[in-house]
């Protein structure tokens, strides 16, 4: 059994002298907190410096990131945010904090993204805003999203989380082609600073805005001990700052190296009748997906992995075991008491019952067509033909 390089730890990750000085610099400041400090704050000029955009918060998860961005755009309490199922709770949760309705669309078939399509078909004038996931770094049909939501004035959010140099057709880098990018640093993404997040935007109130609700309301900027709104306290540590930045010296040939290895993998299984590989243009990768046209293969997701057990080789079944509205906060309500706030009418245009949603695509992709290979930058040339050969003969037996 081969040990392939994990996320999990130092095997799959590039965390090094960098990363160790920065947060040795810290620690002897004896200043952790970024009230007052300068790591965050040179995180933020550095991040939206590298991304393109004009401001960049810093914050305490990627969840965090979300919840600042649709808080940023106020919902009234039961406004309905469109977002995909098949994506990290986290893309959910901050619409649900910001007592919001989440409303499910379907996805696109090869890349799992939310397509133009499915978002119109979901739109209603309780559309608050719409959250786009460039999932497993795979460049989502942005322009043709925002196509369908300029004319009515509904804002697009990016949760780029998987995503960093992600390039969506049209142009610049994903997380700037909307109102606002949402970018996380848990342990498992392009960069880590263990757990943190990112948002940005070229929009100097919203800017603000994202500042205040990460913060407590508290407006720092003009001294003042006041309190202007309802903001938790999302604050990124220092400590986090620190190896973030440099983290974000690392990311673009991080990005580059995952590349070369989805390339790769690319180049040994395209032959492979019924395996639809990613679309390599723009994909940052930060897994490698396949879809089984099971149609073609005879076999679903399950059986394929479980002729994988004994190589090590580190791929998964359906990404998730549910499509999101199928998890138990939204079937059953579970939010505030016994209330269903805000997923009843009022507030809500109609009471939301999960239960009854049903995405097919995604449905399909979660419980027979999706495999998942968990890649990282770490891969070498061995790792990367080894993981190839073991996926080519599981097909072929
Ligand atoms: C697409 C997506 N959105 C949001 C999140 C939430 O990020 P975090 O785990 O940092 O809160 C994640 C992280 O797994 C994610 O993959």
Redesign the pocket.
Known sequence: MRNYPTVEDHTGRTIGAEEIEAATRVLRSGHLTRVGGTEAAALEREFATLIGAEHAVASS??????HLAVAAVDPEPGDEIIVPPL?????V?GVLAANAVPVFADVDPLTGCLTAKSVAACLTDRTRAVIV???FGCPADIDGIRQVCDPRDVPVIE?????YLTRPAGGGYAGTRSLIG?F???Q??HITAG???LTVTDDERLARRMRLLADKGWPRDTGERNHLLLGLNYRMPELSAAVARAQLAKLAGSVERRREVAAALTDQLRDLPGLLLPPDQGHSY?LYPIVLDTAVTGFEHREYVGRLAGSGAPVGAGYLSRPLYRTTVLTERRTYGTSGFPLISPPARQNHDYAAVSCPVAEDLIERSLVIALINERFDDEDTAALAQVLAEAYKR
């Open positions: 998860s990627g969840s965090a990131a979300v994506t990290d709770f986290g893309t949760l996931v460039h999932l949760d780029c989380a998987q995503a949402c996380s640093l848990q498992s993404k757990e943190g997040g930060f």
